[in-house]
């Protein structure tokens, strides 16, 4: 399968082959154009991994020109200019925001107070095609250990939720991207609606679980979507999408791989019988179980790899037949009670991670035959 590279519009055709899971640059680099190549640029990875029958990478390349000082200043002015409502820190860093607590600086951290200034924000950032990453709660993602030149912005102040009933046993709930499933979970439980209790201490925003079709103790969130607005980044043009069940997968999502950007969502939930004490216990057995697998002992962002029906086992099984749990580099550990968990033991870096990522790959492939996709995502 071939593959392209655009950089100002101009296209390099590339080998698939030619493609490592995590160490692209100096191939990206060659086949820029002469013009552009001295520039310093980044690359926003969408895929990078070989699948079962093929390996896939689609990447988009963006060319920045930018030091600390001018991105920090280009902000200030954009607040000022535009009455901009919401937190904006420079020089923030990462780790603390992240469930892994790893990562550097990031130039400029900015929380929108409301949708409009979030819009207003992305627009401005693609004008002056300053770099940015959106964040939810952060809880799959592992930032760079240097400075991350460009802004974070997070959605976690785009956490309104609302709802309305749409037949006797059935209720729409409304909320925002940056919604946290605690939040909506809590929302659920007090307004006694049931189909979210699976996802209780699920970290992460609602926008983040759609991204992801997050999936727990065997439900899919997507099993409750009804639709969702959007903003397509490549016409900053706000869109409804509703729910076709072939877009649809484990950990398949419209949204991944495309520039939609979720602003809210609409869940159909039914209204329960149960009280909000039974609710509330309901969702405390499912926190008290995911307690006892370990998965709040350290810092961590969940399972690293996708399983694969496949494969005949979850990912955390080949892992662990293949000898892995406990295995370390740096301060990141293969968890000895997950083999789908890496945690950060304290200190732990990106680079760490990576090569326990890229370890873990190469065994089970060598092994087992399988070649294990990761989940988590690497902020470079």
């Known amino acids: ?3 392209s590279l655009t950089s100002f519009g101009s296209a390099v055709p590339l080998p698939a082959n030619a493609w490592s899971p995590f160490s692209p640059l100096r191939v990206l680099l060659s086949a820029l154009p002469a013009a552009t190549a001295p520039l310093p640029c980044a690359w926003q990875s969408l895929k990078i991994y070989e699948t079962q029958n093929s390996s896939i990478v689609a990447l988009r390349i963006i060319v920045y020109n930018y030091n600390m000082n001018e991105i920090q200043k280009k902000l200030e ?4 200019v535009n009455d901009f409502k919401g937190c904006v820190k420079f020089d923030e860093p990462m780790a603390p925001r992240t ?5 550097g600086n990031a130039a400029v951290y900015a929380e929108p107070d409301e949708l409009m200034d979030f819009i207003r924000l992305l627009q401005f950032l693609r004008s002056e095609n300053i770099r940015f990453y959106l964040v939810g709660g952060a809880s799959n993602i592992v930032f760079c250990d240097e400075e991350f030149m460009g802004v974070v912005i997070s959605t976690l102040r785009l956490n309104k939720i609302s709802s309305a009933d749409i037949s006797e046993n059935e209720v729409l709930v409304t ?17 006694r609606l049931e189909g979210l209790q699976t996802f209780a201490g699920l970290p992460g925003t609602i926008g983040g679980a759609l991204f992801m079709n997050a999936r727990c103790f065997d439900v899919s ?10 903003l397509e980044l490549d016409d900053f043009t706000c ?14 999502s419209p949204f991944q791989n495309s520039s939609k950007l979720i602003l809210d969502a609409k869940l159909r939930l039914k209204k329960s019988d149960k009280s909000e004490e039974q609710l509330l216990e309901e969702c405390k057995k499912y926190i008290e179980e995911r307690k006892s697998k370990g998965h709040f002992n350290y810092p961590s962002a969940g399972s690293v790899f996708r399983n694969n029906r496949n494969f005949g086992a979850p990912s955390g099984k080949l892992i662990d037949e293949c000898g892995l749990k406990g295995k370390q580099i740096g301060n990141a550990q ?5 083999g789908n968990f890496i945690i950060n033991l304290g200190g732990a870096t990106q680079k760490d991670v990576k090569k326990l990522v890229e370890l873990t790959v190469k065994e089970i ?8 996709e990761p989940e988590i995502i690497f902020v470079e």
């Open 77 to 80: 002015d954009f607040v000022k």
């Open 334 to 338: 293969i968890a000895p009670f997950h």
């Open 365 to 372: 492939k060598e092994k087992k035959g399988f070649i294990l």
């Open 175 to 191: 909320c925002g991207t940056g919604t946290t499933m605690a939040q909506l979970v809590n929302f659920c439980v007090k307004n």
């Open 239 to 252: 869109y409804e999408i509703g729910y076709f069940p072939d877009e649809w997968d484990y950990k398949v």
């Open 221 to 230: 969130i997507c099993e409750s979507f009804v639709s969702a607005n959007y």
């Open 99 to 103: 469930t892994f607590k790893i990562g």
């Open 1 to 3: 399968m071939g593959a």
